[in-house]
């Protein structure tokens, strides 16, 4: 290779990184790998003197229809690995230059099931143990092969974690009858084989979504598909896996390249024994739905498998649980408790009073899901809580809360939140329905892999979840209304009643203040004013129009009139004050925003990095800031360590986001991932974080 044309493969190489241009840059690499050996190593390279020794060898004798079949058998040395036809994110696949008799010819090389190796963010297709690649020799009609001998000039990458290597052999074979049967048998046991019936692939901006023909009986335990096409998906990203009857869907996600494709195969990975199947894929209609199978994340297990559901649902029924004891539930719960114990009503209408409460928490939550899946299932990149990403809603919630605060501090007294129980069934009802609204605000612990579940599972299965999250949510009041003795150990009726009912006030009041923050942060100081007078006037429109009402005097056209004004000013003047950008909040730590691109750079750096995803909604977020991750300690161990600390803000809907939280098997925040310096796979952290929990991993 002339100098200055090895001087351009190099400048063009670091234009192509500059620019990231992945494609352009792993063929500026393939280039200079090939080119820029020493002249002599065609000639020279044996297999002995090589990482990857090579061999050539033949079948035992001629097939029934006179041809051959080769085996490019590969050994490679401990550390060392060799590719796939498709590497991935990195390397380059064999190359071969034949040397055959008059008239034959070679067939498609037939790979065994590659394995995947992640190395600083980069997904690779490779072989680390023994492998052969078999490969058709076809002969002519009534061709001889005694005596006949087939060469090659082979080309592969040879690689380690840290350095890759170009090397190259001529090998022959002369064919004739061989004692190789045992070898050949094993080789060709080590193939996947093709499906008899095609695949069909759906070719999104966003997916690839392939529907493969698979018998419902046959078990897939670690399914993984390695795409024989390049530089049409995200290598690294994550591969979600449905079963439909005898169908298997994979979805992977795009790697943005704006590129058709007119057919499609690849080998697909049934489990970590090395068994597959090929498949060849054509156009066409891929169905949804399906018992998810694979997707990653907090909800699967160490193979990427969905937990069971009673799993699932028993953390959402944990999660809802937790809830109640949330600042903004809590009061509404303890209320509706000291009502019960005030009343001393029948245990039919105890038990029905909590079957009323309890069907207003599980249909708001399910109703709620509903929502969740159908703008998701139209193309919109939501999670959990999404409804906390517009200010709208939490302006609406706002005055919400305020109201509930000032009828707690005796300001006024709606009937579903009084201590007299006028409300009935009709006011538990509406209750359940208002405490599973105000519950938004709070996002609770064990909820995390059930939601995320939810955006992965079938229609009937997610909404299941929402519906035992409702439950959660809603047992306490539940079990008061069926379990006479649990009502019997609420204190007496007595004026302390009153007295406590105020104190209540206090932890709604600091959800009050909490969504003025969340104000602030969405839409500015104006907009959190204008929010917080319209709340103001909201609460001072309850308090006249109850009393005019508790007078006996026309309230409903006061109420519906006012209630009209301040929606015509929230309209008209909300959007108007709106400041939509959004700073970074400070840190102790050296903060990285997160991006997918950001993400790569840091783990190509070599070092640990340790990534977090947050919102100003998110209670559990911020304790756990607080308590592990903005802290002194925790920034001297980190710069000690050389941790790179990334932040992912999901206060605002950002689609970016939403994505990786997805593709991990969440649907929501927190979320906490440890990458470790050696590019492994990326640790999960606990949901609640514990003062040491940082400092230890960037101690190790």
């Not at 592990?628 to 600390?645: C, H, M, Q």
Request: aromatic residues 8%; negative net charge.
């Amino acid at each position: 290779m002339p100098f200055f044309h090895r001087l351009l493969t190099i400048v063009g190489l670091c234009l192509a990184i500059c620019s990231g241009t992945q494609a352009l840059a792993q063929d500026q690499v393939q280039t200079l790998v090939q080119t820029s050996a020493p002249q002599g190593m065609a000639q020279g390279a044996r297999k002995d003197a090589n990482h990857i020794a090579a061999e050539l060898v033949a079948t035992p004798s001629a097939q029934k229809d006179g041809d051959w079949t080769l085996a490019l058998h590969f050994t490679p040395a401990p550390g060392w690995h060799g590719y796939w036809r498709n590497p991935g994110d990195a390397g380059y696949g064999m190359r071969l230059g034949w040397t055959l008799p008059e008239g034959w010819s070679v067939g498609e090389p037939l790979y065994p099931v590659p394995q995947t190796l992640l190395i600083a963010g980069l997904m690779n297709h490779v072989y680390e143990g023994d492998y052969a690649v078999l490969i058709p020799l076809n002969a002519p009609a009534g061709a001889a092969a005694d005596g006949q001998t087939v060469s090659l000039d082979a080309q592969w990458l040879a690689c380690t974690d840290k350095i890759c290597v170009p090397e190259e052999a001529e090998l022959s074979v002369r064919l004739e009858n061989q004692d190789n049967a045992s070898r050949f048998d094993a080789w060709r046991a080590a193939l996947p084989p093709l499906l008899d019936q095609q695949a069909q692939f759906s070719l999104g901006p966003k997916t690839l979504r392939i529907a493969i023909p698979l018998p419902a009986s046959l078990d897939v335990p670690a399914p993984y598909l390695f795409l024989g096409e390049t530089q049409l998906v995200d290598y690294a990203g994550a591969q979600i896996f449905r079963r439909k009857g005898d169908t298997l869907v994979a979805e992977l996600p795009r790697k943005g390249l704006e590129q058709d494709a007119e057919a499609l195969s690849g080998i697909l990975k049934l489990d970590d024994a090395g068994n597959g199947v090929r498949f060849i894929a054509q156009p066409g209609t891929v169905p949804s739905g399906g018992i998810i199978l694979s997707g990653g994340g907090e909800g699967t297990d160490a193979a990427g498998n969905l937990a069971p559901l009673w799993v699932l649902l028993a953390g959402a029924l944990a999660g809802g649980l937790l809830l109640n004891i949330m600042p903004c539930v809590f009061p509404i719960l303890s209320l509706k408790a000291l009502s019960l114990a005030r009343a001393g009503e029948s245990e039919a209408e105890a038990r029905r009073e909590g079957l009323a409460y309890s069907a207003g928490v599980i249909l708001a939550c399910v109703m709620l899901g509903v929502l969740l899946l159908a703008l998701r299932a139209g193309g919109t990149e939501i999670g959990w809580a999404f409804q906390l990403q517009e200010p709208g809603v939490v302006v609406a919630l706002l005055a919400l809360a305020l109201a509930i605060t000032a009828n707690l501090a005796g300001l006024y007294e709606l009937p579903s939140l009084s201590l007299n129980r006028a409300g009935g069934r009709s006011g538990a009802f509406s209750t359940g329905l208002l405490a599973a609204f105000v519950a938004t605000p709070c996002t609770g612990p064990f909820m995390a892999a059930a939601m995320g579940a939810a955006l992965l599972l079938p229609p009937a299965q997610a909404l299941l979840l929402f519906a035992a999250l409702g439950l959660g949510l809603a047992l306490p009041f539940l079990l008061l209304g069926f379990i006479p003795p649990l009502r019997r150990i609420l204190p007496r009726p007595g004026p302390w009643m009153d007295r406590f009912r105020k104190i209540l006030a206090v932890p709604m009041g600091l959800t009050v203040l909490a969504l003025v923050w969340l104000c602030l942060q969405l839409g500015g100081g104006a907009f959190a004013a204008l929010a917080l007078a319209l709340a103001a006037a909201f609460t001072l429109l309850l308090v006249i129009v109850i009393r005019r009402y508790q007078a006996g005097r026309r309230a409903l056209p006061l109420f519906i009139a006012g209630l009209a004004v301040l929606a015509v000013i929230g309209v008209i003047g909300l959007p108007r004050l709106e400041d939509s950008s959004s700073a970074e909040a400070d840190s102790l730590l050296a903060v990285v925003p997160f991006s997918e691109d950001a993400l790569s750079a840091a783990r190509a750096e070599g070092k640990p990095v340790f990534l977090w995803f947050t919102a100003d909604w998110c209670l559990t977020c911020k304790v756990n800031e607080n308590v592990a991750i903005e802290r002194e300690e925790t920034r001297k161990a980190f710069e000690k360590a050389g941790v790179v600390a990334m932040r992912g803000d999901w206060t605002r809907r950002e689609p970016a986001i939403t994505r990786f939280l997805t593709r991990h098997g969440v649907g929501g925040v927190p979320l906490y991932l440890w990458y470790p310096a050696d590019g492994g796979e990326p640790e999960v952290l606990p949901q609640i974080l514990t003062p040491d929990s940082l400092t230890d991993r960037a101690s190790r």
